[in-house]
């Protein structure tokens, strides 16, 4: 059987010298304050003894090994460890709080859990509670049990055996009603989708001359672990290697790279570096926007700012990558789209009644092999036609170029993260004195789109929005929190007494223009 194992297709991208640097830390120091270097050989050597540590605790196969770690390097290889240990990587935001972990590792079951030093009181609690038979401990800066366990196994390993359709990651993505969903992501969906992506937007070899990736974004995403980390681990290109995006930070090393990922607030946060200007960007090859509706503004600006156009790009979780703009010619990158469709992915607009604007839907190598143990959830995703409903309403033009217009369910994105009203709702709705709650989502000029809430309070209570934002910080991530609470008498409801939202949002667009 051939080996399927994602890492042994990554490994097979490293250049042949394995001695040159493969990741240069930005903003992460090593002792006496030198920069920190990893070569190749560090990245091999280092996720072969992770991966032979995991191999001793004969954990069973499709074993889930949980991460709730700060950024780095060594997080990194600890993903590496995972594939090549032939266990599923599970990535969370280091932004959850125990009630969020609490569920994630009561649905996960994981046999292993890897999080911070700071955290291991309370998250191994619940982790060996719910069964967990390890808990290892990682920090950024290379302490923590699971290093010193590591550093005894050998530092050579041959990943294991793995078919294509093998489980490799599990991604959680919220629901809109019920909680998260966890996205089965394949060795042969990563592997497929990271080929795509390495010839479409022309990573160049090293007789090319080579490319740099700034690396900038969280490693517990699609984004960050999957499309950055892949499309220049695949290509043996080397990382600039930023453990948090700072805009003068990323601007200053600018002229070391030539391909950046971003979410549109880190565009909009470069727009708004004093620093960032064209021969800051002299030597870049590519800008890539996802994750997030990039503003024609935003485009437009950037262009005029830096003299590059922003090749925004579509996917999801459930899918990884779906639609791009055209690498070249550099002209055909519109403003407002997110371009066609990758070579293999089936990409189609479900219209009603002749409209023009419908449910995008998907099939293609990369998309998901369903939900966690949710198979009624995953059915209910798919169309009889076996097409995955991505849950965005878009346009397509003649040529095929989608445009995306809103979406079916009701989500929020801020900054890039998903946050799904339904359950930042649930919780506002147990805080003393609340007798119902509407999450929205409105206008904002960092975050793209801002969370608020509009809070009613029961008969002859009174609340005080800004004690229950207090609250909610204490119990969930940051980025979930409303940024402005306001008190109302009541929510609109329409003829069937559902909360009219599109209204709120109309009600509330300006909060936060200045
Ligand atoms: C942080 N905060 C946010 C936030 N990020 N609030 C709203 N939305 C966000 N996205 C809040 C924190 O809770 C905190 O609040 C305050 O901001 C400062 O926190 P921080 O961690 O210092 O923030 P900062 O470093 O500025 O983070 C902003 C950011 C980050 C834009 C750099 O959010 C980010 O890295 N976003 C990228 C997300 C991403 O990778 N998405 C990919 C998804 S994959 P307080 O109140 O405590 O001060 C996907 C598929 C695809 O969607 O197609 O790619």
């Known amino acids: 059987m051939t080996n399927h194992n994602l890492y042994a297709a990554l490994r097979g991208g490293f250049p042949a010298d394995l001695d040159c640097t493969a990741i240069e830390c930005a903003d992460t120091e090593g002792a006496a304050g030198v920069a920190l270097h990893y070569t190749w050989r560090d990245l091999d050597r280092g996720s072969a003894m992770i991966a032979n540590l995991f191999a001793s605790l004969d ?44 569920y994630f590792i009561a649905n996960a079951e994981p046999a292993l859990v890897v999080c911070a030093s700071r955290d291991f009181g309370w998250l191994s609690k619940i ?23 590591a550093a005894h196994h050998p530092d050579a390993q041959t990943p294991a055996l793995r078919a294509a359709d093998d489980v490799a990651s599990i991604i959680y993505t919220s629901g809109t009603t019920g909680r998260s969903k966890g996205a089965m992501l394949s060795h042969g969906n990563l592997l497929s989708n990271a080929q795509v992506l390495k010839t479409l937007w022309g990573w160049r070899s090293e007789a090319e001359g080579g490319d740099v990736l700034i690396h900038a974004l969280p490693l517990f995403h699609v984004h960050g672990l999957f499309v950055a980390s892949h499309g220049a681990l695949l290509n043996g290109s080397k990382m600039l290697w930023f453990a948090k995006f700072d805009a003068r930070a990323v601007t200053a090393r600018l002229p070391d790279a030539t391909v950046f990922m971003g979410v549109p607030t880190l565009y909009v946060r470069l727009l708004a570096e004093p620093t960032f200007d064209a021969r800051a960007c002299r030597n870049m090859r590519l800008f890539i926007s996802g994750s997030a509706p990039l503003l024609a503004d935003t485009f437009r600006q950037f262009s005029e700012r830096s003299g590059h156009t922003i090749l925004e790009r579509y996917g999801m979780s459930e899918t990884v990558m779906l639609t791009s703009n055209p690498y070249a010619p550099v002209s055909g990158r519109l403003a407002g789209t997110v371009g066609f469709a990758l070579p293999g992915v089936g990409l189609r607009v479900n219209t009603a009644h002749g409209e023009p604007i419908g449910d995008v839907e998907v099939r293609g190598p990369s998309v998901f092999q369903g939900y966690w143990r949710m198979p009624e959830k995953t059915a209910e995703e798919f169309t009889s036609d076996g097409w995955f409903k991505t849950g965005d309403v878009g346009q397509l033009d003649a040529q095929g170029r989608l445009t995306l217009i809103g979406r079916s369910k009701d989500l929020i994105i801020s900054g890039g993260y998903n946050v799904y009203p339904a359950e930042v709702e649930g919780y506002l709705n147990e805080l003393p004195g609340v007798e119902e709650s509407a999450v929205i989502g409105v206008p904002h000029a960092d975050f793209g789109e801002a969370v608020i809430a509009l809070l009613v309070p029961r008969a002859g209570a009174t609340v005080d929005a800004t004690a229950c934002i207090a609250a909610l910080k204490q119990r969930i991530a940051g980025f979930k929190v409303p940024k402005q609470a306001i008190v109302v008498d009541q929510l609109p409801r329409n003829a069937m007494g559902k909360v009219q939202k599109a209204l709120l949002r109309e009600q509330y667009r300006a909060l936060f223009s200045h």
């Open 59 to 102: 954990l069973p196969v499709g074993a889930r090994v949980l991460v709730h770690t700060d950024k780095s390097v060594e997080a990194l290889m600890l993903y590496l460890a995972v594939l090549r240990a032939g266990l599923v990587y599970v990535p969370l935001n280091n932004a959850y709080q125990a009630s969020e972990l609490s």
């Open 127 to 149: 982790a060996f509670r719910a069964g967990t038979a390890h808990v290892y401990t990682l920090d950024d800066d290379r302490r923590g049990s699971l290093l010193q366990r």
